[in-house]
């Protein structure tokens, strides 16, 4: 039987990455964040020349995409990535080709490629619904749109950036409206997922919500 699979689906800024990370690591699973490999064709794309809606452009650019997550880092063309793809740019550049079913297809063999012994955790939007089906756990993780503004806006002013919150608040509403509407792998809870609110909840006590529920489905 194929490697057991967790997903954790869920909107942007809802701390599913850390959470997903930090999953993998206590486990020993590997770990993919799916929305880098959009955020990296996004970029791809970006350097060049390849419009964010030539879908076949894309789809072709996609399937061969110079990428490397060896050695913890991730690469592009050999070039050190993940700093550049967490701009704002280009998370509005991954949302737009991530709405073209061609680049969805292109990405599938990839992403399901990840799934090794002994195991894979993973996050995105529609991990659960179309590339792991038959995952062995599902979670749908959120909080509440004020929350996850105030969790980015603190994040920037961390890293010494500069932040408006009233702003990061619009983006992150009107991003989620954008991945819930499109009629490809919209975001959305399964019916088989599991809920896991994160808006009262620090990241531990969320990190130890999914393992007790993996733990109950080994
Ligand atoms: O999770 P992250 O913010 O890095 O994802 C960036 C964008 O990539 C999302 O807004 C979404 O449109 C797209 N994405 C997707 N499917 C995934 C992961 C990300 O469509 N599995």
């Not at 880098?36 to 020349?49: I, N, P």
Request: charged share 25%; glycine share 8%.
């Amino acid at each position: 039987s194929l490697p057991p699979v967790i997903t954790i689906d869920g909107p942007s800024a809802s701390g599913k990455g850390t959470v997903a990370a930090r999953v993998a690591e206590r486990l020993g699973f590997h770990y993919l964040d799916s929305g880098s490999l959009y955020r990296l064709l996004a970029l791809h794309a970006k350097q060049r020349g390849i419009d964010w809606s030539d879908e076949p452009g894309l789809a072709a650019a996609a399937a061969a995409l110079p990428v490397d997550f060896s050695c913890g880092g991730m690469r592009l063309d050999g070039i050190e990535a993940g700093n550049i793809i967490r701009s704002e740019e280009i998370g509005i550049g991954a949302s737009r080709v991530g709405a073209l079913p061609a680049v969805r297809e292109a990405l599938l063999a990839r992403q399901r490629a990840f799934r090794c012994l002994p195991g894979l955790v993973t996050d995105g939007r529609d991990m659960g619904s179309v590339v792991f089906p038959d995952a062995t756990l599902k979670v749908y993780l959120t909080a509440s749109a004020e929350c996850r503004a105030e969790r980015r806006h603190k994040q920037l002013i961390e890293k010494g950036e500069s932040a408006n919150l009233p702003q990061i608040l619009h983006d992150i509403v009107e991003r989620d409206a954008r991945d819930a509407a499109r009629p490809v792998a919209p975001l959305r809870q399964e019916p088989d997922a599991l809920l896991l609110d994160t808006t009262a909840l620090a990241i531990d006590q969320a990190v130890d919500q999914v393992l007790g529920w993996f733990a109950a489905r080994q």
